[in-house]
Nanobody, 123 residues
Framework: QVQLVESGGDSVQAGGSLRLSCAAS????????MGWFRQAPGKEREGVAALYAGGKYYTDSVKGRFTISQDKVKNTLYLQMNSLKPEDTAMYYCTASPRPCTLGPAVTKYPYRGQGTQVTVSS
């Protein structure tokens, strides 16, 4: 059974940094594509970043500020977020899709997700 548990969300001021973590279990980690999406109140889900067969993906609004990475030994996915802006405020979710990851970087459509971790950025 796939389990994804996010942590690291917090309230920070604009310009600050956070690192989100996603601990994965219940499946062969290296056989899955992984990613992050976010959802703010009243807004649609937005794909933020992905690690997939084609490499790394970032949505335009976070390029140069966010970095997705993973530790395959710890089965953990990370999202380093720097220069945070109020518009980054949202619930952030970790997602997973089994290879061959036909969905590519479309992380909002991946079949598995965690419970989310809240990121709040104040101006």
């Amino acid at each position: 059974q796939v389990q994804l548990v996010e942590s690291g969300g917090d309230s920070v001021q604009a310009g600050g940094s956070l690192r989100l973590s996603c601990a994965a279990s219940g499946y062969p980690y290296s056989s899955y594509c992984m990613g992050w999406f976010r959802q703010a109140p009243g807004k649609e889900r937005e794909g933020v970043a992905a690690l997939y067969a084609g490499g790394k993906y970032y949505t335009d609004s976070v390029k140069g500020r966010f970095t997705i990475s993973q530790d395959k030994v710890k089965n953990t996915l990370y999202l380093q977020m720097n220069s945070l802006k109020p518009e980054d405020t949202a619930m952030y979710y970790c997602t997973a899709s089994p290879r061959p990851c036909t969905l590519g970087p479309a992380v909002t459509k991946y079949p598995y997700r965690g419970q989310g971790t809240q990121v709040t950025v104040s101006s």
